[in-house]
């Protein structure tokens, strides 16, 4: 089962969703605005993927939010990954249980060769 998880208007999942249907590969979408996900699909994440490649520190919400001034550790990180869901790098990639984080064409082609 393969699961993307993202924002519809985010760049990188529009570019890892085409990937998807140009090779047709079947996915289901999980939209982070439409149906945010909590510490039980995030945790699991976040034991496979390092910290600094999960938490999106480029992002408006990190701005927004004024988390660099809190210098947080990654048990707190965590905390904001699960109630605040656009903190999270994108796109995410759950195939059958191993996660991938950002988009990159050459790791996709690997992941579905």
Known sequence: MV???GIKNC?????AVKFLKANNISY???DF????VDCQTVT?????IEMKTLFNTRGT???TLQLKELDLDDTQKLEWLCRENLLI???VLDIDGKITVAYDEA???ALFS
Not at 33 to 36: D, I
Not at 44 to 48: E, F, G, R
């Open 11 to 15: 760049d990188s999942v529009k570019k």
């Open 44 to 48: 699991p994440w976040s034991q496979q």
């Open 3 to 5: 699961t993307l998880y």
């Open 61 to 63: 919400t990190y701005r």
């Open 28 to 30: 289901e979408f999980i």
């Open 89 to 91: 790098k994108r796109p």
């Open 33 to 36: 605005k439409a149906t945010p």
């Open 107 to 109: 790791t996709y082609q």
